[in-house]
C-alpha cells in the first residue's frame, strides 16, 4: 500500500505568501558560503543540505490523499482543493479516456474536505467510474448542496462521469482492491469519521479531524484499540498545546495529545496532518521539533520506537 499527499492543511486553502518567500531566500543566502555558489554543482550540492522547510513549502491546500493497492488500484481520501492537482495528475493516465475507476472516500462534508471537487477534472469525463463512499448520511446530497448556482456556476450534473453512492454504517468492514476498510466516529463538531486501511497485515489509519482533550486522554480506551499497531497513523495535529486549551470544542487536537496516544497504541510512524492555515513553515518547523522533544521527553524508558513526520504537499509514504 502506499499514500500520497495532496493536501494537508486544514480548514481553509493558505498559499505561503511573498514575505515568506522573501524571508526563506534570506535566510538561505546566510547559509551560503562562496564555495557553494561556484558552479551549478556546488549550488545543487548546497541546496540539497538545506533543511526541507527552506527548500519547499508544507504546502496550503487541503485535505486529499491518494491511496494506492499493492497492484495500484486507487482510493481517494476526501476531496479538499488538494484533488484538484491530484485530478489533472489523473488525466494523464485512463480517466482522460473516460476508462478510470476508482473508490473515494469521505471522511466527513466540512468544506476543507470536499471544496476541490468542483475543480477534480476527472468527473467532467464521461465513462469514468467513481464508488463513492461516505459514513455521514445522505453524501450525494451533501455533494450536490455545493453545486447549488448560489456557491458553483456548474450544476452537479454536468459531472458527466458514472457515480455511485455507498452509505456504510458505522460498524461496517469491507473490502476494495484487496484493502479491508473499517471506520470509527471521530469527536468532532459534525461529526467525522476515521478510516483504517489494512492490506496483508500492513495497516494505514486516517484520522482527521478530530479533537482529543487532555481531560479525556484516561478515557479512550476503544480509540487506541482501534490506532493499535497501525503502521501509519495520520493524527489531526492543527494546534500547538496552549492553543488546544484556548480552542476548546473546535474539533481538533495538537502534537502532543497525538503523541501521547500514538505511544499508548504502539503505533510505528504519526503523520502530523491538518496544519493550522495560521502556520507558516518556520512556525511548522517548530510544531515538529516540539513535537520529537516531546516524545523523547514521554518515553521514560526509551524503548518506543515511534516516528514522527510532518505531512507536506507531495509526500510519499510506502507501507
Ligand atoms: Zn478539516
Ligand atoms: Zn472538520
Redesign the pocket.
Known amino acids: 500500500m502506499k499514500v500520497k499527499f495532496w493536501g494537508v492543511r486544514?480548514?481553509i486553502g493558505s498559499p505561503i505568501k511573498g514575505h515568506g518567500v522573501k524571508e526563506k531566500v534570506r535566510k538561505i543566502l546566510t547559509y551560503a558560503s562562496p564555495a557553494d555558489v561556484l558552479d551549478e554543482e556546488t549550488i545543487d550540492r548546497f541546496l540539497k543540505s538545506l533543511p526541507f522547510s527552506l527548500l519547499h513549502t508544507y504546502g496550503g491546500n487541503?485535505?486529499c490523499l491518494e491511496v494506492r493497492s499493492k497492484k495500484d488500484d486507487l482510493i481517494i481520501v476526501d476531496a479538499g482543493t488538494g484533488i484538484r492537482e491530484l485530478g489533472n495528475r489523473l488525466l494523464h493516465e485512463d480517466f482522460m479516456q473516460g476508462k478510470g475507476e476508482c473508490h473515494m472516500v469521505f471522511t466527513h462534508t466540512?468544506w476543507?474536505?470536499i471544496q476541490g471537487l468542483p475543480f477534480f477534472g476527472p468527473f467532467y469525463v464521461p465513462g469514468n467510474k467513481f464508488h463513492i463512499h461516505a459514513i455521514s448520511e445522505n453524501i450525494e446530497d451533501r455533494l450536490r448542496y455545493q453545486h447549488s448556482e448560489r456557491h458553483f456556476p456548474v450544476p452537479f450534473e454536468g459531472f458527466s462521469a458514472n457515480k455511485d453512492y455507498i452509505q456504510h454504517k458505522e460498524s461496517d468492514v469491507w473490502s476494495v482492491y484487496g484493502i479491508n476498510i473499517s471506520h470509527k466516529g471521530m469527536r468532532h463538531p459534525g461529526n467525522s469519521y476515521s478510516y483504517r486501511f489494512e492490506e496483508e497485515g500492513k495497516i494505514l489509519i486516517f484520522g482527521?479531524?478530530a479533537e482529543f482533550k487532555l481531560e479525556d486522554m484516561d478515557n479512550i480506551d476503544t480509540y487506541v484499540e482501534y490506532f493499535r499497531n497501525a503502521d501509519v497513523l495520520i493524527f489531526d495535529t492543527q494546534y500547538t498545546f496552549e492553543e488546544q486549551l484556548q480552542k476548546i470544542d473546535w474539533g481538533h487536537s495538537s502534537a502532543s495529545i497525538a503523541t501521547d496516544i500514538a505511544m499508548k497504541a504502539h503505533v510505528k510512524k504519526l503523520v502530523l496532518f491538518?496544519h493550522d492555515p495560521s502556520y507558516d513553515d518556520e512556525k511548522l518547523d517548530e510544531v515538529f521539533m516540539r513535537a520529537i522533544r516531546y516524545k523523547e521527553m514521554m518515553d521514560f524508558d526509551k524503548t518506543s520506537k515511534l516516528e514522527i513526520i510532518m505531512a507536506y504537499e507531495g509526500l510519499e509514504i510506502n507501507i
Open positions: 486544514g480548514s487541503t485535505t466540512h476543507d474536505h482527521s479531524d491538518h
